[in-house]
T-cell receptor, first 114, second 114 residues
């Protein structure tokens, strides 16, 4: 039962253009969402997050959008740079007794071409 | 701080052998998580600890897997006996009680069971 899904295994974008990575979730108890970035042979690193009380959060070139009614979030990278090439994981947390637990998606491989 | 430390970084073993993966969390962190990454399922949470106590082990695949956290600075994940389908990258992560949504990952242990 995949509660967090990233349906695009890969995405290829030209340098300078926008990258849009998508994530869908099924659990309505999720109240906090995160994006992690992973380079080969390294562990994932935190990128940006958003609480369910917001619909947008921005940090430099990275913006996360949340559509609660559609149970969908997306990560926008503008402009994309070759150094952004990595695997991007979407993650979600439910409140209450599951407070410490994150559920991750399968990941999307982003390739930014010079 | 050195970050989350995992050892070994790579492990090749034969089916039926015991495998022990080790993790040293970031000093002062209250939570410790063990994840497994595969192409098919992405990042799966296996088990997590709070103040050295296992909180949720529902992700542990079967009885062949066990995890311990004897003190705040050390945890092990053991597979006995190992099987080829256990081949994956295993990550350890830690976080603080406050801001625990942001988990800090180690570099991972790449396990290959022949």
């Amino acid at each position: 039962d995949q509660q967090v899904k990233q349906n695009s295994p890969s995405l290829s974008v030209q340098e300078g253009r926008i990258s849009i990575l998508n994530c869908d979730y099924t659990n309505s108890m999720f109240d906090y969402f995160l994006w992690y970035k992973k380079y080969p042979a390294e562990g994932p690193t935190f990128l940006i997050s958003i609480s369910s009380i917001k619909d947008k959060n921005e940090d430099g070139r990275f913006t996360v959008f949340l559509n609660k009614s559609a149970k969908h979030l997306s990560l926008h990278i503008v402009p994309s740079q070759p150094g952004d090439s990595a695997v991007y994981f979407c993650a979600a947390r439910a409140g209450g007794t599951s407070y410490g637990k994150l559920t991750f998606g399968q990941g999307t491989i982003l390739t930014v071409h010079p | 701080d050195a970050g989350v430390i995992q050892s070994p970084r790579h492990e090749v073993t034969e089916m039926g052998q015991e495998v022990t993966l080790r993790c040293k969390p970031i000093s002062g962190h209250d939570y410790l998580f063990w994840y497994r990454q595969t192409m098919m399922r992405g990042l799966e949470l296996l088990i997590y600890f709070n103040n050295n106590v296992p909180i949720d082990d529902s992700g542990m695949p079967e009885d062949r897997f066990s995890a311990k956290m004897p003190n705040a600075s050390f945890s092990t994940l053991k597979i006995q006996p190992s099987e080829p389908r256990d081949s994956a990258v295993y990550f350890c992560a830690s976080s603080l009680l406050q801001g625990q949504e942001t988990q800090y990952f180690g570099p991972g242990t790449r396990l290959l069971v022949l």
